[in-house]
């Protein structure tokens, strides 16, 4: 028994480049294993052709089936064929603990991510209540049927990491800097200088303007000099694109 696989775009960042496999599954196999047991779990596939017909996850593959597997594209698809829901809402992320730079960044850009969970099914069960994406370079995370939504990180370098979720997701248009604690992820408030006379010290009361409070821990945040860094990164961040 043989049957072929061909991988699409962005898919076969997860394969080594490598396009079109062929091999012997063994029997009663769906294709949803075949697909993962080559390494891409399936929250990466948005939908399967076998001979130009659409078909799911559960289809036991036969002896010559050849099957073409898609990402995400911007192919005039019908929704009814996607294998998983395109993600509608604004886009918000379950981060695992393997990826705490690329956290820093993008809740400098303001994208609601939560991060600090460290068992695996604790963070699916978290992405689950939550309706968030998980991020993650592993991939047998992501391979849990119950999994809807996750994203393998392709990168070691969290800069190009933060690229390509931006890319993704669409982010540009949800960045909104500065407006996330970088510790919790709670929502900054500013909060005027008379409220936070107890909070920070005196030196820096007198030399800023605008404070801003986290809602949930209560950090307070102002234009120090690690601000301007990170303006500067933000800058060459959206330059960069
Ligand atoms: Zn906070």
């Keep these: 028994m043989k049957i072929g696989i061909r991988f699409f775009g962005s898919l076969c960042d997860l ?67 996607f294998l998983t829901p395109k993600y509608s809402a604004e886009p918000r992320f379950v981060a695992d603990i393997h990826l705490g730079k690329l956290v820093k960044y993008l809740r400098m850009l303001g994208i609601s991510t939560e991060y600090g969970i460290i068992d695996d099914k604790m963070i699916i069960k978290r992405a689950l209540e939550t309706q968030s994406i998980i991020l993650t370079k592993d991939r047998n995370m992501l391979k849990e049927s119950i999994v809807t939504y996750g994203y393998v990180v392709r990168s070691d370098s969290p800069k190009i990491q933060l690229r390509e979720v931006v890319f993704r997701y669409n982010l540009l248009k949800y960045i909104k ?55 500067n990164f933000i800058q060459e961040f959206l330059n960069s694109l």
């Design 15 to 81: 394969t080594n480049g490598k396009h079109i496999f062929e091999f012997d599954p063994g029997i009663n196999q769906t294709i949803k294993d075949c697909i993962e047991r080559l390494g891409i779990p399936h929250t990466e596939v948005f939908f399967i052709t076998l001979n130009g017909e659409f078909v799911d996850f559960s289809k036991i593959v036969c002896d010559g089936d050849f099957y073409c597997v898609y990402p995400e594209c911007n192919l005039p698809i019908e929704d009814l064929h």
């Design 177 to 231: 800097p500065f407006t996330r604690c970088m510790e919790c992820n709670g929502n900054l408030i500013p909060v005027m200088r008379d409220k936070i006379t107890d909070e920070v010290p005196k030196r820096v009361q007198d030399s800023f303007q605008e404070f801003a409070r986290c809602s949930n821990c209560g950090k307070i945040y102002w234009g120090g000099s690690h601000y301007h860094n990170m303006v």
